[in-house]
């Protein structure tokens, strides 16, 4: 079974900050795909940064990037310049390739302070 | 182009009845999923539809059913309703083919069964 564990049910930062979300998972696949959506508070959730388990390199999207250590099993997520505009719900989520099966994590609310 | 649209956005129920969720995929995409986001938890997969064929089943009692339209537009029903349904229930959507693991997901419908 695949499983995604997120241990920061909130965490806040100052605007212009850095922060950084952490996510662990475990799956028995080798061909398997890690997410971060965000979920703001209208409730339409988007994707925020897509890896590819068979990539080595982490994934970068503007301000936010992700670490991805395939050994250890875990995947934060980055957000450097944070803007008011970043607060949300940020959900991990897994899925074996090829799979629309998404595995969440239970969320980490981000709270973002002027 | 429209996103993910879902019917009704709210709705409210009594033990023991029946509802039934609607949702328009975007334009073109051919998959719809279904997830269950109860208050305080990530989403769980519930159905993937493609091409009208069920791809995929959650852990759900049979009590839930889906099913998709020669327009790709979905059907999700929940017969003889429990409390423990109370929940968002988002629909999400993806081309279906040569899948990159993305969907796009609509605002959801939050359903109250009292």
């Known amino acids: 079974a695949q499983t995604v564990t997120q241990s920061q049910p909130e965490m806040s930062v100052q605007e212009a900050e850095t922060v950084t979300l952490s996510c662990t998972y475990d799956t028995s696949e080798s061909d398997y795909y890690l997410f971060w959506y965000k979920q703001p508070p209208s409730r339409q959730m988007i994707l925020v940064i897509r890896q590819e388990a068979y990539k080595q390199q982490n994934a970068t999207e503007n301000r936010f990037s992700v670490n991805f250590q395939k050994a250890a099993k875990s995947f934060s997520l980055k957000i450097s310049d944070s803007q008011l505009g970043d607060a949300a719900m940020y959900f991990c989520a897994l899925t074996q390739g090829g799979s629309e099966k998404l595995v969440f994590g239970k969320g980490t609310k981000l709270t973002v302070n002027p | 182009d429209a996103g993910v649209t879902q019917s009704p956005t709210h709705l409210i129920k009594t033990r023991g009845q029946q509802v039934t969720l609607r949702c328009s995929p975007i334009s073109g995409h051919k998959s719809v999923s279904w997830y269950q986001q109860v208050l305080g938890q990530g989403p769980q997969f519930i159905f993937q539809?493609?091409?009208?064929?069920?791809?995929g089943r959650g852990n759900f009692p049979d009590r839930f059913s889906a099913r998709q339209f020669p327009n790709y537009s979905s059907e999700l029903n929940v017969n003889a309703l429990l409390l423990g349904d109370s929940a968002l229930y988002l629909c999400?959507?993806?081309?279906?083919?040569?899948?990159?693991?993305?969907?796009?997901f609509g605002e959801g419908s939050r359903l109250t069964v009292l």
């Open positions: 999400a959507s993806s081309p279906g083919t040569f899948y990159t693991g993305e969907l796009f």
């Open positions: 539809y493609y091409e009208k064929e069920e791809r």
